[in-house]
């Protein structure tokens, strides 16, 4: 029998979180299954959300056959390098971009297993960096701007006034230029160092956080929002509430026992006025919405941002900025 073939990855090998759990090791290349297809990374992006998916898998330990090791990072590109059974739309050598398993990762490795139906085309005017940002951030983004706000990407329907918050973040970055492929003012939320990235983004109006006005949220131009596109760490509805427009609503895409609460409290009283927590998982639609996104890209009506660019023998530095928190756009891991 022919010896497996191996590569380098970084595991979560035990319940230690943080940098300090990371750990390099060679392991076998895994083999896709029926529907499954085998993609050799070229780039990787981390979202706080692989961070999250790490401490599930440790909640869900003893009830999970194949515990550990565990792979961080799920949005990647990378070129097709084997196909499973039952595999029609890919081939070898096809250029791609998809959406690995939250529970089981693989993105910090030389190799990555994906669901045809989580894989979109890659065309060569998008790099794999620009690729690699787009699934978890770009999706949560669009969601939440089009199917919660209902805002539509193409500059028809009544005008929406829009608060991003933390929007030089992740979603933050993506949702502030998809807003502004609609009918949208957009006012935004960040820290000083970001206002002209925001600006350039598209931001009609920009906060520092860190200001009297931005950590009341009050627009500048006196405007309610009609939609709150929530990015960052919890906010008191106290807050928000007294900026929204009459039927104004919160987004929230960090929700916690707060925000969880408002949630349940707003819909049992009917108040036209509510916070929405927004939480999904990827599933084959999504694919649909991902390969609009990489077709904004290649149309240059999209970018996407990086904090850092590293290779992946720098895994841990970038895994902690990713923990940290405070990173502009993405963190992109070069393989």
């Known amino acids: 029998m022919a010896e497996k073939k191996l590569m380098q990855a970084y595991v979560y090998g035990r319940s230690v979180g943080g940098v300090v759990g990371l750990k390099h090791v060679e392991i076998p290349v895994p083999s896709p299954s029926k529907g499954e297809v085998l ?5 990787t992006s981390l979202n706080p959300s692989d961070y999250k998916a790490y401490m599930l898998r440790v909640f869900l330990r003893p009830f999970l056959a194949r515990n550990f090791p ?6 990647v590109a990378g070129e097709v ?4 059974y039952g595999v029609k739309n890919f081939k070898l050598g096809d250029k791609v971009v998809a959406i690995l398993s939250l529970l089981v990762g693989g993105g910090l490795s030389e190799y ?19 690729a690699a940002g787009l699934p978890m951030a770009g999706i949560t983004a669009h969601i939440a701007l089009t199917q919660v706000a209902h805002l539509e990407l193409d500059k028809t329907g009544p005008q929406k006034n829009i608060l991003i918050t933390a929007a030089s973040g992740g979603v933050g970055h993506y949702a502030v230029q998809l807003a502004k492929l609609g009918n949208a003012h957009v006012t935004v939320t960040c820290g000083a160092r970001n206002l002209n990235l925001v600006k350039n983004l598209g931001a009609d109006e920009v906060l520092d956080y860190k200001t009297s006005e931005g950590a009341i949220l009050k627009s500048p131009s006196g405007k309610k929002y009609d939609a709150v596109i929530h990015c960052g760490p919890p906010i008191a ?9 009459e039927d104004g609503m919160v987004i929230d895409l960090t929700p916690g026992p707060s925000s969880m609460w408002t949630f349940f409290v707003k819909k049992i009283t009917f108040s036209k006025k509510k916070l929405l927590p927004l939480i999904w998982y990827p599933k084959g639609s999504n694919n649909q919405t991902l390969e ?14 990086s904090d850092s660019k590293c290779p992946i023998s ?15 756009g993405k963190v992109i891991i070069e393989h």
């Open 314 to 328: 720098e895994a841990g530095e970038a895994w902690g900025k990713i923990i940290d928190g405070h990173a502009t």
């Open 70 to 75: 565990l792979i961080p990072a799920t949005d």
């Open 39 to 43: 993609i050799k990374l070229e780039a």
């Open 81 to 84: 390098v084997e196909v499973g």
């Open 112 to 130: 990555g297993i994906a669901k045809e139906c989580l894989t979109v085309s890659r065309p060569s005017q998008v790099s794999p960096a620009e």
């Open 292 to 305: 609009y996104l990489v077709e904004l890209v290649k149309e240059g009506k999209l970018k996407t941002i």
């Open 237 to 245: 509805w106290s807050v928000f509430e007294p900026n929204l427009s």
